[in-house]
């Protein structure tokens, strides 16, 4: 398996208080994906790094922001969290050998609850 | 737009039958497209791409260019086999972004 790690694994809080999640990843790939996890949606594209400092939206970003100052790690914060965003989170990472897309591999998930 | 459809929320069948899961995209180059597999709980794990043309546990996909399908299929499920699999199709933008379908549920009965 990709050395990737989510954490924390399990987290349970209130509406409106703040929310970090972290990926970190062993790889030293160049992208970093945060996605969630909802039935009926599958999975939906937050936010997305392509190098240090170099972030884009994905398809659901309002309400989250995103930072990577290294390579490994990629950070997913919820300013406010609120209980539509209660879901389950997955990091993903991959690489380009420059001829061809490299698979995303996946961390474990973060089941976030918020109440 | 590109997008990746999957019809089937569902799909339940008996061990030992064939199954196919199905999986439409929207794109009109070559796509690059994979399977991913996530069972009870776990990680997504990388399935098969179409361009390695391998078979994993059993499962192949072919990519029809002319139908813009890229399903995937068994001869003979198992009960292990029992997943959520979903299809995904790079983003040919200069995103390097995956695009999910939103997933079938494969549940093979003894």
């Known amino acids: 398996d990709a050395g990737i790690t989510q954490s924390p694994r399990h987290k349970v809080t209130e509406t409106g208080t703040p929310v970090t999640l972290r990926c970190h990843q062993t790889e030293n790939h160049r992208y970093m994906y945060w996605y969630r996890q909802d039935p009926g949606h599958g999975l939906r594209l937050i936010h997305y790094?392509?190098?240090?400092?170099?972030?884009d939206k994905g398809e659901v970003s309002d309400g989250y922001s995103v930072s990577r100052s290294k390579t490994e790690d990629f950070l997913l914060t919820l300013e406010s969290a609120t209980s539509s965003q209660t879901s389950v989170y997955f990091c993903a990472i991959s690489e380009t050998d420059g001829f061809s897309n490299q698979p995303q591999h996946f961390g474990d998930g973060t089941r976030l609850s918020i109440l | 737009a590109q997008r990746v459809t999957q019809p089937e929320k569902l799909l339940s069948v008996f061990k030992g039958a064939p199954v196919e899961l199905k999986c439409n995209y929207s794109?009109?180059?070559?796509?690059?497209l994979f399977w991913y597999v996530q069972y009870s709980r776990q990680r997504l794990q990388l399935l098969l791409r179409?361009?390695s043309r391998e078979s994993i546990k059993g499962f192949t996909a072919d990519l029809n260019k002319g139908e813009t399908s890229f399903h995937l299929k068994k001869p003979f499920a198992q009960e292990e086999d029992s997943a959520m699999y979903y299809c995904a199709l790079w983003s040919m933008d200069s995103s390097y972004k995956l695009i999910f379908g939103s997933g079938t549920r494969l549940l093979v009965r003894p």
């Open positions: 794109y009109s180059g070559s796509p690059e």
């Open positions: 179409h361009i």
């Open positions: 790094s392509y190098g240090v400092k170099d972030t």
